[in-house]
């Protein structure tokens, strides 16, 4: 493998963006195209799985030769392609795969299948990569809290015989993060995904204004010692799992809906839509259109929306760090990855960064870029596998619960 050049084209095509990219040896990024399909689910305020194979389809083909140009590289100057075989969407992950075992197949190429976690945790180690903070074979193990639109996962990742190990330490008992974030922005009217909208408009208000607060999450005790009812309890029982790095958010979602509802927030952003935008939406008193840049979204949020928008953030922020920060310490790890679609927000970078400085644990993001979801993650994650030829069955097909570690 040595005398190799390392060049891997990876594809991720797990929710709703259809990237490919192609990096050398886990390293350097040579091209990374994401295709989003907001457009499309943007009406319906969410992903809609049956739009989102059908876009993948559709985009698979342009983006990998998109990909290939940028690169300026052709399928025979690959080395191995690297395909996202779960968690995700089951058509969705399907249309990746699927291409990805053709091409593998007619040009002899090997398969590696990778986890999409694994993917978001090699961002940050691509990153420092990239940047030459830590050369490969002196790297060391990190606390990694994967938060996402889908998960918010805490895992020990440690360099191993050559490929890395992953043991879940915590995550959330309901919803993911991002998912929390998406809700509330779809709430308020905002459009999808809700968190960089959130992100821009939090800034602007007052985070003390409305006081949320999360408590330690407790097991369901009646739960206990039944068989595990949904995907994630099959794929990571929380049993096994100290209750302090236990995540909650459909608390304060739900909270959220009270105070929009207790203060008529909702029916006042539904008449000012459709005084700014003209329209309103029949079935759900949501605008048509929502606000489509910061400054309209601006005039769109009146100051008590903005406040909400800010104590939201700021306590879902605070928990994520106070309890990330506690299983670092816990476990005596020494830095800590925090990466995934909300790794990109910046309150969460700056407060995440400045609470770990004072703590004496180093801390390492991906690019905002690389945050959310694309194919370069899933190329560098397969390097080692490469490295170590552990290459996926011609079986290979999608795991919508693919567990990690
Ligand atoms: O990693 P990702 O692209 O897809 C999943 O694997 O889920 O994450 C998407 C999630 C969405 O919920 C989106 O609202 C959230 O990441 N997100 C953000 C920001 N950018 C994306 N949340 C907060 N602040 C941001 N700047
Ligand atoms: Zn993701």
Known sequence: ????????????????????AVVERGERTLSSVVASQISTHVRYGGVVPELASREHLRAIVPVVRAALEQAQVTLGDLDAIAVTSGP?????LLVGITYAKALAFANSLPLIGVNHLEGHI??????????????????????????SGGHTHLYLAEPGEGTWRY??????????????????????GLGYPGGPWIDALAAFGDPQAVPFSFAQVKRKAHLTGKTPRTKAQKTAPTAKLNPRFLFSFSGIKTAVLRYVELHGMRAEAAARAKRLFGR???ER??????????DEALAFCP????????SFQSAVVGDLIKKTLAAAESLGAARIFVTGGVAANRELRTRFTAEAERRGVRIAFPTPALSTDNAAMIAAAAWPRLLAREFAPAALTADPSLALG
Do not use: N
């Not at 493998?1 to 490919?20: F, K, N, P, Q, Y």
């Open 122 to 147: 090699h961002a940050v180690l691509l990153r420092e990569r990239e940047q030459r903070r830590t050369e490969p074979a002196g790297e060391e193990a990190a606390l990694a809290l994967v938060v």
């Open 167 to 188: 043991r879940l330490i915590g995550r959330t008992v309901d919803d993911a993060a991002g998912e929390a974030y998406d809700k509330v922005a779809k709430l308020l």
């Open 280 to 282: 309103e939406r029949a």
């Open 303 to 310: 100051q008590p929306t903005l406040d909400l928008l800010a």
């Open 285 to 294: 008193q949501a605008p048509v259109r929502p606000p489509q840049t910061r």
């Open 88 to 92: 995700g969407l089951a058509g969705a």
């Open 1 to 20: 493998m040595v005398g190799i050049r390392g060049l891997i084209l990876g594809i991720e095509t797990s929710c709703d963006e259809t990237a490919a």
